[in-house]
């Protein structure tokens, strides 16, 4: 395959943008006016300088061919990632085919491009010959048995909350405000359970959530309790199933699972941000194998995470699980080659199989709030305030969670179908279905909904 | 979705939980065993099995699909300038100096006039972006209504957001009926609702003049005033001789506001009766002066305002501030045929009667007067009398004629025409009033005109002012330059030395807005490109 059948579209360049004033600034500047000597390789480089408000104009370079991604090179002094240059450099290699030609990249960018090489291939070789300077193993036991006996300090503390509080009852919750979580949530930070700490963090804000809280409530505590208990009595447990307990008290774990190569539809990718971090979830599909895959990456507060991949793209890599039973995380090993066109799609279920899918999930993981399934033929339906995702051909019908019905992604749906059959992805739960990506049924690109 | 768990058991708990075990002991708890423990294992079973027991519900009623659009599709490159376009919506970012890069919005109208010149449908997946910016800016919505088809239509009946789409089709979305169905009209016509009636006579005028004007005459006696006028204005499409009986009928109506009306639509037609009175009048009170060395004009305004003048629609009482005596003539002058002064003022051409001197300062409040007469009427050789050279300098000076006044005289000028005498304007007077002016030119501007606006422009950089006294022009010239005018702007991107009267950093801030020019220049013609396809 060659990068110059691999040109991206606009929509997947914008997606790398790390916020919205960055997608507008890099818009504005994906026309050929501010460029020059821009320039495009076979290896997957692309080069320009841009016109700035300086008299010295900005070098950028852009390497899409990276197996981690795009990787980005400016002069220009942005603490954005990628700025709006980068952004601008690509858009401009998306749109136009002549504004970028083919040829050989200048000595600013090649030098870049070497250092970059260089260090990859360093890397790469340090990795192979084991971690350096591998850690005295009996450290790292002790280590791992003082976190676990503060773990089980702060499990039974909060287990002792959770129980105080059934015993005053919830409605004292309403009044109680979400100091009291929040102190608790710190607790279990202290006690180095992130996992457990994100929970009391949650159920903090349930009582204030609207109508129906106290079923909530209750849900999200029991659930909390089976996780205390179940942490307590890890010994006891099933291999795959303490993994899943030690993945959701918030424990490291490692993507040491057997690689899996296969050719990887890039199937959704979406940010969700809180004060401290932008967390990415990307969903992949191996084309051979039927697997679904989660790659997560994070990024500070305001920067873009650094693995970005564009939905509707196939790439040839290597995946590995993190372990747990019907774990779906994994981690991008080697890729073989860029991500580039396919025309594959995801086999799709009914919202029938959908809704099973979830309950045997729940078999592996009684925390799972959702799965990751594709709708084969459904048609979004409005329903009152809410919508719906209905097969065609049935009866039967998967309703929207309230968050996906207040995005702008559910209209760009609505517009797709305009009431014919789609074919959607998108994860499956206890509060309804979230639609990340849809394709229109025939044939035609997919439209990214997030 | 639906749960398939006992309700009984989930509620009771619950209920306990709300309460608390210590006001309400759960009866299945067991002896020794701590009751919040035996609620919260008893709970989370149960939230587990019922969401591992959730089904699919059922289908609410389904919406009618849309209309396929059957339009071509965006060639691909245009499908991505589109999204870009619709990317940079205002109000994302900060404001401020406009820098180097092109304003996309503004492009967005042209864009969309191209495409659906060209036929395209509009790709489905942009349509909300596109409803929204159309939401958003009322001028653009006719455009992005066209180009969005019917599948925004559908959209619109769905998201209240949208509705004004609904409105701004005509009829609001209910057809009209075959205007050749005499029965079908009637019936709308006598039992529809005001906007449906009006856009029905409308539809009808525009096609058929005659059928329209004999429809309304049916019901005129029973409408009422707001409704008469409405109907009225109607006519000013498709407006002939024939229409003068009921306009003259209509000069006696009750509503002061219809006579107006129907008096200025009488005076559009030079052979109407109307309009041969009202040049009796004025010609009465315009005269050639020979008694002086050269001929000049005397004005002798009218005295009155007889019950005559009222009824063919000249408002007796005057503004305030204004002397009633010229407020008459100068609605006398209005509404008389222009062909009227040619014989009456000794066989002078409108340029020779535009020279006249005019006595005891009467010539601003009778050309201004004239100005309207040659807008009404539509009269080319008036309005080039009027607005004269442009070179000449009382042309921009406080002359007798507006700004105002010359943008409408121009637009009764060819496109052509139009171009050549603003280009001259430019030339001689700058930029600094030429931005009505130039609101009237067609788009792209003709090469004359901006090749004019460019020399302009360079002029007033190297007057050594600041770009942004210009902002107006420049945005102009960035929206209606012929593209392929890019290249003579090359010279004038370099950053020039400062001079020393000129203000400081002037020169960086023109480089920049003419960089801006250029960069918008050359994507207009990138967007052109693209929508001709491979």
Same mark, same amino acid.
């Given at each position: 395959?060659?990068?110059?059948?691999?040109?991206?579209?606009?929509?997947?360049?914008?997606?790398?943008?790390?916020?919205?004033?960055?997608?507008?600034?890099?818009?504005?500047?994906?026309?050929?006016?501010?460029?020059?000597?821009?320039?495009?390789?076979?290896?997957?480089?692309?080069?320009?300088?841009?016109?700035?408000?300086?008299?010295?104009?900005?070098?950028?370079?852009?390497?899409?061919?990276?197996?981690?991604?795009?990787?980005?090179?400016?002069?220009?002094?942005?603490?954005?990632?990628?700025?709006?240059?980068?952004?601008?450099?690509?858009?401009?290699?998306?749109?136009?085919?002549?504004?970028?030609?083919?040829?050989?990249?200048?000595?600013?960018?090649?030098?870049?491009?070497?250092?970059?090489?260089?260090?990859?291939?360093?890397?790469?070789?340090?990795?192979?010959?084991?971690?350096?300077?591998?850690?005295?193993?009996?450290?790292?036991?002790?280590?791992?048995?003082?976190?676990?006996?503060?773990?089980?300090?702060?499990?039974?503390?909060?287990?002792?909350?959770?129980?105080?509080?059934?015993?005053?009852?919830?409605?004292?919750?309403?009044?109680?405000?979400?100091?009291?979580?929040?102190?608790?949530?710190?607790?279990?930070?202290?006690?180095?359970?992130?996992?457990?700490?994100?929970?009391?963090?949650?159920?903090?804000?349930?009582?204030?959530?609207?109508?129906?809280?106290?079923?909530?409530?209750?849900?999200?505590?029991?659930?909390?309790?089976?996780?205390?208990?179940?942490?307590?009595?890890?010994?006891?447990?099933?291999?795959?199933?303490?993994?899943?307990?030690?993945?959701?008290?918030?424990?490291?774990?490692?993507?040491?699972?057997?690689?899996?190569?296969?050719?990887?539809?890039?199937?959704?990718?979406?940010?969700?941000?809180?004060?401290?971090?932008?967390?990415?979830?990307?969903?992949?599909?191996?084309?051979?194998?039927?697997?679904?895959?989660?790659?997560?990456?994070?990024?500070?507060?305001?920067?873009?995470?650094?693995?970005?991949?564009?939905?509707?793209?196939?790439?040839?890599?290597?995946?590995?699980?993190?372990?747990?039973?019907?774990?779906?995380?994994?981690?991008?090993?080697?890729?073989?080659?860029?991500?580039?066109?396919?025309?594959?799609?995801?086999?799709?279920?009914?919202?029938?199989?959908?809704?099973?899918?979830?309950?045997?999930?729940?078999?592996?993981?009684?925390?799972?709030?959702?799965?990751?399934?594709?709708?084969?033929?459904?048609?979004?339906?409005?329903?009152?305030?809410?919508?719906?995702?209905?097969?065609?051909?049935?009866?039967?019908?998967?309703?929207?969670?309230?968050?996906?019905?207040?995005?702008?992604?559910?209209?760009?749906?609505?517009?797709?179908?305009?009431?014919?059959?789609?074919?959607?992805?998108?994860?499956?739960?206890?509060?309804?279905?979230?639609?990340?990506?849809?394709?229109?049924?025939?044939?035609?690109?997919?439209?990214?909904?997030? | 979705?639906?749960?398939?768990?006992?309700?009984?058991?989930?509620?009771?708990?619950?209920?306990?939980?709300?309460?608390?075990?210590?006001?309400?002991?759960?009866?299945?708890?067991?002896?020794?065993?701590?009751?919040?423990?035996?609620?919260?294992?008893?709970?989370?079973?149960?939230?587990?099995?019922?969401?591992?027991?959730?089904?699919?519900?059922?289908?609410?009623?389904?919406?009618?699909?849309?209309? %396929? #659009?059957? $339009?071509? @599709? +965006?060639? &691909?490159?245009?499908?991505?300038?589109?999204?870009?376009?619709?990317? /940079?919506? =205002? !109000?994302?970012?900060?404001?401020?100096?406009?820098?180097?890069?092109?304003?996309?919005?503004?492009?967005?109208?042209?864009?969309?006039?191209?495409?659906?010149?060209?036929?395209?449908?509009?790709?489905?997946?942009?349509?909300?972006?596109?409803?929204?910016?159309?939401?958003?800016?009322?001028?653009?919505?006719?455009?992005?209504?066209?180009?969005?088809?019917?599948?925004?239509?559908?959209?619109?009946?769905?998201? %209240? #957001?949208? $509705?004004? @789409? +609904?409105? &701004?089709?005509?009829?609001?979305?209910?057809?009209?009926?075959?205007? /050749?169905? =005499? !029965?079908?009209?009637?019936?709308?016509?006598?039992?529809?609702?005001?906007?449906?009636?009006?856009?029905?006579?409308?539809?009808?005028?525009?096609?058929?003049?005659?059928?329209?004007?004999?429809?309304?005459?049916?019901?005129?006696?029973?409408?009422?005033?707001?409704?008469?006028?409405?109907?009225?204005?109607?006519?000013?499409?498709?407006?002939?001789?024939?229409?003068?009986?009921?306009?003259?009928?209509?000069?006696? #109506?009750?509503?002061?506001?219809?006579? &107006?009306?129907?008096?200025?639509?009488?005076?559009?037609?030079?052979?109407?009766?109307?309009?041969?009175?009202?040049?009796?009048?004025?010609?009465?009170?315009?005269?050639?002066?020979?008694?002086?060395?050269?001929?000049?004009?005397?004005?002798?305004?009218?005295?009155?305002?007889?019950?005559?003048?009222?009824?063919?629609?000249?408002?007796?009482?005057?503004?305030?501030?204004?002397?009633?005596?010229?407020?008459?003539?100068?609605?006398?002058?209005?509404?008389?045929?222009?062909?009227?002064?040619?014989?009456?003022?000794?066989?002078?051409?409108?340029?020779?009667?535009?020279?006249?001197?005019?006595?005891?300062?009467?010539?601003?409040?009778?050309?201004?007067?004239?100005?309207?007469?040659?807008?009404?009427?539509?009269?080319?050789?008036?309005?080039?009398?009027?607005?004269?050279?442009?070179?000449?300098?009382?042309?921009?000076?406080?002359?007798?004629?507006?700004?105002?006044?010359?943008?409408?005289?121009?637009?009764?000028?060819?496109?052509?025409?139009?171009?050549?005498?603003?280009?001259?304007?430019?030339?001689?007077?700058?930029?600094?009033?030429?931005?009505?002016?130039?609101?009237?030119?067609?788009?792209?501007?003709?090469?004359?005109?901006?090749?004019?606006?460019?020399?302009?422009?360079?002029?007033?950089?190297?007057?050594?002012?600041?770009?942004?006294?210009?902002?107006?022009?420049?945005?102009?010239?960035?929206?209606?330059?012929?593209?392929?005018?890019?290249?003579?702007?090359?010279?004038?991107?370099?950053?020039?030395?400062?001079?020393?009267?000129?203000?400081?950093?002037?020169?960086?801030?023109?480089?920049?807005?003419?960089?801006?020019?250029?960069?918008?220049?050359?994507?207009?013609?990138?967007?052109?490109?693209?929508?001709?396809?491979?």
């Amino acid at each position: 395959m060659t990068q110059q059948g691999v040109r991206w579209t606009a929509d997947q360049v914008l997606a790398l943008a790390p916020d919205a004033a960055s997608r507008k600034a890099g818009s504005k500047l994906g026309a050929a006016g501010p460029w020059s000597e821009a320039g495009s390789s076979d290896e997957g480089t692309v080069w320009g300088l841009c016109k700035g408000s300086g008299s010295k104009p900005y070098q950028t370079v852009v390497d899409i061919a990276d197996t981690a991604g795009p990787a980005y090179k400016c002069s220009c002094p942005s603490r954005k990632f990628p700025c709006k240059h980068a952004l601008g450099l690509l858009l401009l290699w998306a749109g136009e085919d002549d504004a970028v030609p083919a040829g050989q990249a200048p000595d600013w960018a090649e030098q870049w491009l070497a250092g970059r090489r260089k260090r990859t291939e360093e890397k790469r070789a340090a990795d192979a010959s084991g971690s350096p300077a591998a850690a005295d193993p009996e450290a790292a036991r002790r280590r791992a048995e003082r976190r676990a006996e503060r773990i089980t300090a702060g499990a039974g503390e909060l287990e002792q909350r959770l129980t105080d509080l059934l015993r005053t009852g919830l409605a004292s919750a309403e009044q109680a405000g979400y100091g009291v979580w929040e102190e608790t949530a710190a607790r279990m930070v202290d006690a180095q359970a992130p996992g457990l700490a994100a929970r009391a963090r949650e159920l903090g804000a349930i009582p204030s959530s609207g109508p129906g809280w106290p079923v909530r409530l209750l849900e999200e505590c029991a659930l909390l309790h089976l996780l205390d208990r179940a942490w307590l009595r890890r010994e006891r447990l099933p291999d795959g199933l303490a993994a899943t307990v030690r993945s959701r008290i918030g424990l490291p774990g490692s993507a040491d699972g057997p690689p899996l190569r296969d050719s990887w539809l890039v199937l959704a990718q979406y940010d969700t941000a809180d004060s401290k971090l932008t967390t990415r979830r990307i969903w992949l599909h191996g084309t051979a194998s039927d697997r679904t895959s989660l790659l997560l990456s994070y990024g500070a507060a305001g920067r873009a995470p650094e693995l970005a991949l564009p939905v509707g793209l196939a790439l040839e890599a290597e995946v590995s699980a993190f372990p747990g039973a019907g774990q779906l995380r994994a981690a991008l090993g080697e890729q073989f080659a860029p991500p580039g066109p396919t025309t594959a799609r995801p086999p799709g279920v009914t919202t029938e199989q959908a809704a099973v899918r979830y309950g045997e999930a729940l078999r592996d993981d009684p925390w799972l709030d959702a799965v990751p399934v594709t709708l084969d033929r459904v048609v979004p339906i409005p329903d009152g305030d809410s919508w719906q995702l209905a097969d065609a051909d049935t009866e039967s019908a998967l309703p929207l969670t309230p968050t996906a019905r207040s995005r702008p992604g559910l209209w760009r749906l609505v517009a797709l179908s305009g009431g014919a059959p789609v074919k959607v992805f998108g994860e499956l739960g206890h509060r309804g279905f979230t639609p990340l990506t849809a394709w229109p049924d025939a044939t035609g690109e997919p439209v990214s909904l997030c | 979705m639906n749960s398939t768990s006992a309700p009984g058991d989930w509620e009771d708990l619950v209920t306990t939980a709300l309460l608390g075990t210590d006001r309400r002991t759960p009866p299945w708890c067991a002896p020794g065993q701590d009751a919040p423990v035996a609620l919260l294992d008893a709970a989370a079973v149960e939230t587990v099995r019922r969401r591992a027991g959730l089904r699919p519900a059922r289908a609410a009623e389904r919406p009618e699909p849309a209309v %396929p #659009d059957t $339009r071509p @599709a +965006l060639p &691909a490159p245009a499908a991505r300038r589109l999204v870009m376009l619709l990317t /940079d919506r =205002p !109000g994302t970012g900060g404001g401020g100096r406009r820098g180097t890069s092109p304003d996309l919005m503004e492009l967005l109208p042209q864009w969309l006039a191209a495409a659906n010149a060209r036929g395209f449908g509009a790709p489905v997946q942009v349509l909300p972006a596109l409803l929204d910016a159309a939401r958003g800016r009322t001028d653009l919505r006719p455009a992005a209504l066209e180009f969005a088809g019917p599948r925004a239509l559908w959209l619109a009946r769905l998201n %209240p #957001d949208w $509705r004004f @789409a +609904l409105r &701004a089709t005509p009829g609001g979305g209910t057809a009209l009926p075959d205007l /050749d169905d =005499p !029965g079908q009209v009637q019936q709308l016509w006598q039992e529809g609702l005001f906007a449906e009636r009006v856009a029905l006579l409308a539809a009808i005028r525009a096609q058929r003049p005659v059928v329209a004007r004999e429809l309304l005459v049916t019901t005129w006696a029973t409408e009422r005033a707001e409704d008469r006028l409405m109907f009225l204005d109607s006519l000013r499409t498709g407006l002939t001789a024939e229409d003068e009986p009921f306009l003259e009928q209509a000069l006696a #109506d009750r509503s002061r506001n219809v006579r &107006a009306t129907a008096a200025e639509l009488l005076s559009a037609l030079p052979d109407s009766a109307l309009a041969a009175r009202m040049a009796v009048r004025a010609a009465a009170c315009v005269a050639v002066d020979r008694t002086g060395e050269a001929p000049g004009l005397v004005v002798e305004a009218p005295h009155e305002c007889d019950p005559g003048m009222e009824r063919d629609g000249v408002v007796a009482k005057a503004p305030a501030g204004r002397g009633e005596r010229s407020w008459w003539l100068g609605q006398l002058v209005e509404a008389t045929p222009l062909g009227t002064w040619e014989r009456r003022l000794g066989g002078r051409t409108p340029r020779e009667i535009v020279a006249l001197a005019v006595a005891d300062d009467w010539r601003s409040e009778l050309h201004a007067a004239w100005c309207r007469a040659a807008v009404r009427q539509r009269n080319a050789e008036w309005s080039r009398a009027l607005l004269g050279s442009p070179s000449a300098p009382e042309a921009g000076g406080p002359g007798a004629v507006s700004l105002a006044e010359r943008a409408k005289l121009l637009s009764t000028l060819g496109g052509g025409e139009r171009a050549e005498w603003v280009a001259g304007f430019i030339a001689a007077q700058g930029l600094s009033e030429a931005f009505q002016l130039l609101g009237v030119c067609a788009v792209p501007w003709a090469a004359p005109l901006g090749r004019a606006v460019v020399d302009a422009l360079n002029i007033a950089r190297d007057a050594g002012s600041y770009p942004w006294s210009f902002s107006g022009v420049m945005g102009l010239a960035e929206r209606c330059l012929d593209p392929a005018e890019a290249s003579r702007l090359d010279g004038l991107l370099a950053v020039p030395d400062e001079s020393e009267d000129a203000a400081p950093g002037a020169g960086g801030y023109w480089a920049e807005a003419f960089q801006r020019l250029v960069t918008t220049l050359r994507l207009r013609a990138a967007m052109a490109r693209e929508l001709e396809g491979p």
